[in-house]
Nanobody, 115 residues
Framework: QVQLVESGGGLVQAGGSLRLSCTAS????????MGWYRQAPGKQRELVAT???????NYAYSVKGRFTISRDNAKNTVYLQMSSLKPEDTAIYYC?????????WGQGTQVTVSS
């Protein structure tokens, strides 16, 4: 059974930082592309960042330079370090794993940035 469990969300003031973690089980973690997505109220879910098994990263334009995705294959964990947070970063953040189109999702963690 595949499980992706996110943690690290919370309430932070604008300009602050948070680090999200997602620990996976039931998949060959090192072989998966891992990603973070987010969904704000009334909006569609959008890509935030992805990291391949080789460590190549991709970011949404809106977070480039502020967010950093990383992974620890030994711990089956992917991280999202978020800095210089803005109120528009407020959303539920979801962890995603993808193995040649076979995708799994976590339950999400709320991030709220106050102005």
């Amino acid at each position: 059974q595949v499980q992706l469990v996110e943690s690290g969300g919370g309430l932070v003031q604008a300009g602050g930082s948070l680090r999200l973690s997602c620990t996976a089980s039931g998949i060959i973690f090192s072989a998966n592309v891992m990603g973070w997505y987010r969904q704000a109220p009334g909006k569609q879910r959008e890509l935030v960042a992805t990291i391949t098994s080789a460590g190549s990263t991709n970011y949404a334009y809106s977070v480039k330079g502020r967010f950093t995705i990383s992974r620890d294959n030994a711990k089956n964990t992917v991280y999202l370090q978020m800095s210089s947070l803005k109120p528009e970063d407020t959303a539920i953040y979801y962890c995603n794993s993808n193995f040649f189109g076979r995708a799994n999702w976590g339950q999400g963690t709320q991030v709220t940035v106050s102005s």
